[in-house]
């Protein structure tokens, strides 16, 4: 089982419509959840951060924890063409110092 | 917001020669600075932890004397590859981490080519 699991896609979604990626970690005492966004040929970009079980909401991106089941997703509302990109789920695992394990990222596109 | 910036963005050397990457914190100081490695259409693959003042941890498969770390203060860290070869090119992506939160702030990357 990897470490930190994402389905690679691609994830099609039509413009205006809910992209929901998901995430699930294998290290039951992880505390600290990051999603990034990495266009092609760039360098990933810290876009949601969450700690605690729930949702934490941030312009049209939600995050959500659920620390029973070993999720995180990522919800982007009214999704856009610019949306377009590799999305990354980072994980702190206990004992990792302040490593962060990444999954191997959910392509989404996002169609006119 | 955290920014981070990197030095050359891309560089072409010949193979034998070394490069040096240059990472630097700008609005913040980051006692710990991460140097990753990407391959085409691969993820993220974590090559060393560079604290500062102190020597760099490498991942397992990393070897050390061929990617020499140097943090010699708050805000700037060192990857130099010595001896490059086709083989060592690749996308290298530095990070820089926020204390206490744990958030990583990537800097835009060195695309090395090694002709």
């Known amino acids: 089982q990897k470490e930190v699991e994402q389905n690679s896609g691609p994830l099609s979604v039509p413009e205006g419509a809910i992209a929901s990626l998901n995430c699930t970690y294998s290290d039951r005492g992880s505390q600290s959840f990051f999603w990034y966004r990495q266009y092609s040929g760039k360098s990933p970009e810290l876009i949601m951060s969450?700690?605690?079980?729930g949702d934490k909401e941030d312009g049209r991106f939600t995050a959500q924890l659920n620390k029973a089941s070993q999720y995180v997703s990522l919800l982007i509302r009214d999704s856009q063409p610019s949306d377009s990109a590799t999305y990354l789920c980072a994980v702190n695992k206990a004992g990792g110092g302040n490593k962060l394990t990444f999954g191997t990222g959910t392509q989404l596109k996002v169609e006119l | 917001g955290a920014v981070v910036s990197q030095h050359p963005s891309r560089v072409i050397c010949k193979s034998g020669t070394s490069v040096k990457i240059e990472c630097r914190s700008l609005?913040?100081?980051?006692?710990?600075m991460f140097w990753y490695r990407q391959f085409p259409k691969q993820s993220l693959m974590l090559m060393a932890t560079?604290?500062?003042?102190?020597?760099?941890?490498?991942e397992q498969g990393v070897e050390k004397d061929k990617f020499l770390i140097n943090h010699a203060s708050l805000t700037l860290s060192t990857l130099t590859v010595t001896s490059a070869h086709p083989e060592d090119s690749s996308f290298y992506i530095c990070s820089a981490d926020l204390a206490p939160i744990y958030e990583q702030y990537f800097g835009p990357g060195t695309r090395l080519t090694v002709t």
């Open positions: 969450i700690y605690s079980n």
């Open positions: 609005d913040f100081q980051a006692t710990t």
């Open positions: 560079s604290n500062e003042g102190s020597k760099a941890t490498y």
